[in-house]
């Protein structure tokens, strides 16, 4: 495990985009981190960089219902999102694809 030179947690999309444009710009590493779950591999600053962590990033933006999709920010867990659809007759199980963020 190799942690990251720093951790910024970002709260809105315009804050990562000012992030991301710096660290690009400074020619240093970006690890992103969502929920934590762990079920993507986890998250290793092999090159040290920037962690940015989008856990605070957690809004649900967009339902359909009509074509069962949702659209949040990446640090919705499954559990809030299932909180949510609760009473549509919808829910997210573990090793779903597809859920895309904001």
């Known amino acids: 495990c190799a942690p990251p030179d720093v951790v910024v947690w970002p709260q809105a999309v315009g804050q990562v985009q000012e ?7 400074c020619r240093v590493p ?5 929920t934590g779950t762990g079920l993507e591999g986890g998250v290793n ?4 960089g920037v962690c ?3 856990s605070r990033m957690d809004a649900i933006a967009q339902l359909s219902l009509e074509d069962f999709s949702v659209t949040v920010e990446p640090g919705v867990t499954r559990k809030a999102l299932n909180k ?8 997210f199980p573990v090793g779903t694809v597809g859920m895309r963020g904001v």
């Open 19 to 25: 992030l991301a444009a710096l660290c690009h710009r």
């Open 52 to 54: 940015f962590d989008l």
């Open 45 to 48: 600053a092999v090159q040290g």
């Open 84 to 91: 949510h659809l609760r009473g549509t007759g919808l829910w």
């Open 30 to 34: 970006m690890v992103p981190f969502g």
